[in-house]
């Protein structure tokens, strides 16, 4: 009998082991999984100064895009997808410069050296009667699958000249922390009716993907 009870408990013992070992390894590939799909996204970055809380800002103008191929499709439906998206945001009224050869197109490609001219800046305010410029920057962009959008971004306050707010971000869509944004973006902004391609949808049209981008950027405001 005793050697019987040994080898019981020897028994019990190696299916333990057996079943433990079992857990392991089917438990061990989906917890890679989870890692990876709550991995964060670390690719914006942006700033927000002290005077932008204390300053009242009702009307801003969006000067289009800067893009260095000059593609003016392009420059057109960036603009476009964040100028949707200001108005969406409702923090204050948005509008664009009156004429495409605009003077203001011209600082455009200097804001991010720190060059744009004081006129400038008092030319937009008596012209436009705002309280503050965007001037923006298209730094990437890949329209085809999986698409890429750069963008870097600041406001100007046209009483101190001085920067508002800014931001920096790259949206890489063969990121699968991108990829999570955008599965979240689109159950919150898409209707089932208009889902055939699901989420997938956003990444068909390069207009839906820059909404998707102006979306994340405008929300550090």
């Known amino acids: 009998m005793s050697g019987d009870s040994s080898w019981n408990r020897l028994h019990m013992k190696k299916i333990i ?3 433990f070992l079992l857990v392991v390894i089917m438990v061990t590939p989906l917890a890679g999984c989870i890692t990876i799909e709550k991995k964060e996204f670390n690719s914006l970055s942006f700033f927000k100064s002290d005077e932008y809380s204390r300053t009242s800002i009702h009307r801003v103008l969006l ?8 593609r003016e499709k392009v420059v057109k439906e960036v603009t476009e997808a964040f100028f ?3 108005q969406k945001s409702a923090r204050f009224e948005t509008i664009l410069p009156h004429e495409i050869q605009d003077s203001l197109l011209q600082q455009n490609d200097l804001w991010t050296k720190g060059l744009v001219r004081a006129e400038s800046i008092i030319e937009a305010r008596k012209r436009y009667k705002v309280d503050a410029i965007i001037f923006g920057k298209i730094t ?5 699958d999986p698409p890429i959008l750069g963008i870097k971004i600041g406001m100007f306050s046209t009483v101190t000249g001085n920067v508002l707010w800014s931001s920096d971000a790259i949206f890489d869509s063969s ?3 991108v990829v999570q944004l955008i599965k979240r973006y689109h159950k919150n ?13 956003i990444l ?3 207009k839906r993907y820059a909404q998707f981008v102006a979306h994340h950027i405008i929300a550090t405001l």
């Open 84 to 86: 949707i998206e200001f």
């Open 189 to 201: 902004n898409f209707q089932k009716r208009q889902s055939l391609y699901d989420w997938k949808i």
């Open 204 to 206: 068909l049209s390069m």
């Open 140 to 144: 990437q962009y890949r329209p085809y």
């Open 63 to 70: 000067v289009p895009f800067a893009y260095e191929t000059k």
């Open 17 to 19: 082991l057996t079943n």
């Open 175 to 177: 990121e699968a922390s």
